[in-house]
């Protein structure tokens, strides 16, 4: 196949998706203009050298790195005479081969039916121009209108599906939630290494681990204990990327959404990516459209053993706030829990309780959501300062019968 590209960068990154699908790129050609044809996306003199392209190396199919109207799309094919896709559908292929939950397909054929759907109002304009009187129907319209009638069932039973399980996602929202174990989301562009950080952490080898773009479309969420015994959800997410088509971010609205449920996000990048501080920006783009800007977030840096020392030592001098790792092969680890565990302090609180010595089993059912910070023993009983959420607090104080005094995290 052969692929024109907007940018060195962007069309780098079509090339890394259509691997993905097993296509192959024999050719890639560059368009210079300020802004793409109307009609046809390229200018006629590129068209005509795409065509020999074509004609010499035996293309099966062009891709357009942007997303093209119906119009040009339609131009094209006819122009070039082979089938032309644009970046959407790339992406989109991509996305329904890795799709492996109930979920996830729907989710693909939903954003798939909603990329189409104004192809073929385009298309059905087109065509009733062709009747060339007011009111006449051009060939080939009443079959487009049934087509037409057929996608917009087809999405409406597709969200019908997604919101029965967007509650049960909620059902087990609640649940985590109410189970007083705070969530970490790992977020990031895509081929970041989430997938290998979360089994690492979890030290779960069946989660896949790829080094393909968009292996994980589904949220994944593990247990993981932190240096002060207590366990917290990590859960993955689906990667970013640049310009994502509004039929996926539409189509995967719920899933992105699990994002905004998390007492801290780790924005996990790429260290060995040249472009690494871009992405960093759409991802931080992404979560800003997601409304998701004042969870507390930590950037951490991945893939350290691909990197010099002296390129570590500059971005480390650049981002001192940000933890430097190697999921891959456990570097840096116990530092990142360290920290994930004193950001989430920052949003817990510290009770004293007076407990009767019989009693102290009974915090041994919250050991993993709480810290013990002090334990005394007292003429009247055991006082023990206990740091949690506030919400873990307050249900030891049901159950051990209230507490001495609060402080702040």
Known sequence: MLTIENSETSC????????????????????????????????RGKIESVAEKIAHLGIDYVVVDSELTPVQAKNLEKLLKVPVRDRTQVILDVFAKHATTKEG?????????????????????????????VG??????????????????????????????????????????????????IVGYTNAGKSCLLATLSSDRSITVSGKLFSTLAPVVRRVKLPDGRIVLFKDTVGFIRRVPHSIIEAFKSTLEEILYSDLIILLADVSDPEVIQ???????????????????????????????????RLSDAYPSAIFISALKGEGIDLLLEEVSRLLGKSEAEREFIIDAKRLHLLEKYREKITIKRSIFTDEGVVVRIRAREGMLKKLATLLGGGMETCEG
């Open 12 to 43: 780098e990154e079509l090339v890394n998706l259509l691997a993905n699908i097993g296509a192959e790129v024999v050719e890639l050609i560059e368009q210079k203009r300020e802004f793409p044809d109307s009609r046809f996306y390229l200018g």
């Open 105 to 133: 397909k729907i989710q693909v054929e939903l954003a798939r039916l909603q990329y189409e759907l104004p192809r073929l109002v385009g298309e059905g304009k087109s065509l009733s121009r062709l009747g060339g009187r």
């Open 136 to 185: 006449t129907r051009g060939p080939g319209e009443p079959k487009l209108e049934e087509r037409r009638r057929r996608i917009h069932q087809r999405i409406a039973e597709l969200r019908k599906e997604l919101q029965e399980l967007r509650k049960n996602r909620e059902q087990q929202r609640k649940l985590r939630l109410d189970s007083g174990l705070a969530t970490v989301s």
């Open 279 to 313: 992405k960093v920006n759409v991802a931080i783009d992404v979560l800003s459209e997601l409304q998701a800007e004042k969870i507390p977030r930590l950037l951490v840096f991945n893939k350290i053993d691909l990197l010099s020392k002296e390129n570590l030592e």
